[in-house]
Structure formats: C-alpha cells, structure tokens
C-alpha cells in the first residue's frame, strides 16, 4: 500500500504538468468537453437537415405557385378551421435564435428608404423587416446554406494567428 501523501505528491505533479485538474471542471454546470469528430457530425447532420427541408419549402412554394388561386377548396380538405398542427420536429425549432439585430450598411440603408418612399407614393404601408423576410425567400429559392456561406466566406485560412491579439 503506498502512502497517501505521495499519491496527493503524484496527483499534484500531473495537475502541474498538464495544467488542468484531473476530475474535470469545478462547475457543476459545464459539461465536460466531447471529442470534436462528434460535434463535426452532428453539426454537418444538422446542416443537410435544414438543406433538406429548405428543398422541400422550395418545392411546396412552386406547387403553390402551378395551382390556380381561384379555386375553391379541394374536395379531401375540410370546410372547417383547422385546429393547430403539431410540428414535424421541434427539435430544430428550440435550437433558432430568438432575434437577430439588423444593421444595414449605408447603402442597405438608402435601398430600405427607397423601398419605403415608393410605398408611401402607393399609399401603403411596408415595413423594412418584410423587405428582408422577401429578400431572404428569393436568396433562399434561388441558392442553398452552403452555397451562401460559400458566396460570404473569404479564403480559408490554414496559419497565422487566430482571434484578436492579446494586450
């Protein structure tokens, strides 16, 4: 049986060495880190997850589209309201931001007022955010994520330094 002190020696020792503390953190709420190839995975799963169903949104908004709007209701629908539909996966849903600011660049800017100076010529009332919830279905029928990251990203970088330099 060895002596306690040289185990608390030992435990120390390994703690200097590899600069952390052997049992993980001390927050009760971090949760202790997983291996990189997982989170990759789940967030490339993730990603083909949103493609897919930004596909299938694509797809029903031609099919609306095709179909004649003055038609009355199709013979296998009720006449009745519908009580709420329960989502498909509310995974994704509790995984969205809550808001996310806008800050248009000057040119944006001038853009959004033109927008609004022409609705108010017509008389009618048109917020910038429905300018942006428009803008943002064509971007989305025309291109997928990826190819908008794609289309934003610069150059990968493969060395330097990374994140801001320290004082």
């Not at 296998?76 to 995974?91: M, T, V």
């Not at 794609?150 to 004082?167: E, F, W, Y």
């Amino acid at each position: 049986m060895s002596n306690p002190l040289d185990q608390l020696e030992e435990e120390a020792s390994a703690r200097k060495r590899t600069g952390r503390q052997p049992g993980g953190s001390r927050n009760p709420r971090r949760k202790p880190p997983t291996g990189g190839d997982d989170a990759k995975t789940k967030a490339a799963a993730e990603l083909a997850a949103r493609e897919k169903e930004a596909e299938r949104r694509r797809a029903e908004r031609e099919a609306e589209e095709k179909t004649p709007a003055d038609s009355g209701p199709a013979a296998d629908e009720p006449d009745g309201p519908q009580g709420p539909s329960e989502p498909l996966d509310p995974e994704p849903l509790s995984k969205r931001p809550k808001s996310m600011p806008f800050y248009p660049n000057p040119e944006d800017e001038d853009f959004l007022w033109q927008v609004q100076e022409a609705a108010i010529a017509r008389r009618e009332k048109i917020p910038a955010t429905a300018v942006l919830r428009f803008a943002l279905r064509r971007l989305s029928d025309q291109m997928t994520p990826s190819e908008i990251v794609r289309a934003l990203s610069g150059p990968v970088q493969t060395r330097g330094k990374m994140g801001r330099p320290r004082r």
